[in-house]
């Protein structure tokens, strides 16, 4: 198993490019997440879903877009890219347990992008 | 507000010395709890997690943590330390009200001295 894999590893953009990011997981895991970590905040949740075709709203969820098309794929959009949005992007999934469907998440190696 | 309070930002110990990282939540509900690491260019892998029980959790790579609700903390510790154990280390917590979304702490980045 590849776990959670995401593509590509690393991307420069300018201001007002687009890109999408891929996210994909052979867990067979309901939730996944999208995460940026920039130093000193740990990680904020930008998007999640919850199962197929669903998608919500995470902590910073502004000047990004997601979906859900596939249960095994998670794909994040910046429609225009900005220098604020430069930042480690990490996906993470996972099996939910009990009643609050809390679960451990595991997490891809993680996107490096930068946006001049 | 919800928050989770890794109040150090680096801790410098020596190899063979023990470690303890603090961790402290603010939730009105019985909260789930982790502890993750990343290794430097790595994603996060999870070394232990509280759902209910026994407050005393064992985890991976010799860690343990203690839950304490009375002080509303969720202590990280390893009793002797190891050069690979350098590492960044998240608290992160969830609650029921919190609809599946975890709340991280800033992380703890652990640097240890040969």
């Known amino acids: 198993n590849a776990g959670v894999t995401q593509t590509p590893k690393f991307r420069v953009l300018k201001t007002g490019q687009s890109m999408t990011l891929l996210c994909a997981q052979d867990m067979n895991h309901e939730y996944m997440y999208w995460y940026r970590q920039d130093p000193g905040m740990g990680l904020r949740l930008i998007h999640y879903?919850?199962?197929?075709?669903?998608?919500a709203k995470g902590e910073v969820p502004d000047g990004y877009n997601v979906s859900r098309l596939k249960k095994q794929n998670f794909l994040l959009g910046l429609e225009s890219a900005a220098p604020s949005q430069t930042s480690v992007y990490f996906c993470a999934s996972s099996f939910p347990q009990g009643l609050a469907g809390y679960n451990e998440q595991f997490f891809g190696p993680g996107t490096r992008l930068t946006v001049l | 507000a919800q928050s989770v309070t890794q109040p150090d930002i680096h801790i410098t110990v020596s190899e063979g010395a023990s470690l303890e990282l603090r961790c402290n939540y603010s939730?009105?509900?019985?909260?789930?709890l982790f502890w993750y690491v990343q290794s430097p260019g790595q994603g996060l892998q999870l070394l232990l997690k509280?759902?209910?029980?026994d407050t005393l959790v064992q985890g991976i790579k010799g860690f343990e943590a203690e839950f304490k609700r009375s002080q509303s903390s969720f202590n990280l510790r390893k009793p002797s330390v190891h050069c690979r154990d350098a590492a960044e280390y998240f608290c992160?917590?969830?609650?029921?009200?919190?609809?599946?979304?975890?709340?991280w702490g800033a992380g703890t980045k652990v640097i240890i001295k040969p």
């Open positions: 879903s919850v199962g197929e075709g669903t998608t």
């Open positions: 939730y009105g509900a019985t909260p789930y």
């Open positions: 992160a917590v969830g609650a029921q009200s919190s609809n599946y979304q975890l709340i």
């Open positions: 509280y759902f209910s029980g």
